[in-house]
């Protein structure tokens, strides 16, 4: 998973995704726009989507970090062979 920023809101999920050297703003699965830095791409989606009520600041979006899940082990084969027969 890359790094992003998300805020939730009632009508969509906005996340603001890091991808390479740029930023992509996304509402659901919808780009906006790629940017060149993460605060770009909040000043634009705050301007294109103002009924969405976003956060100004970035530090106000929860961030998740690159490969969240990047620090466990992977499954056991035991663990794959059970799941291979619960399907």
């Known amino acids: 998973m890359q790094a992003q920023y ?3 809101a009632s009508e969509a999920l906005y996340r603001i995704v890091s991808h390479g050297h740029r930023w ?9 726009g790629r940017f060149d830095t993460a605060d ?13 009520r976003l956060p100004r600041r970035l530090v106000d979006w929860r961030f998740l970090p690159a490969a969240a899940l ?9 663990t794959m062979a059970r799941l291979a027969t619960a399907a």
């Open 40 to 52: 770009e791409a909040v000043r634009s989606l705050r301007d294109s989507q103002p009924l969405a």
């Open 70 to 78: 990047a620090h466990l082990a992977p499954p056991t084969a035991a």
């Open 24 to 32: 992509r703003a996304l509402r659901d699965q919808q780009e906006i």
């Open 6 to 8: 998300v805020h939730t």
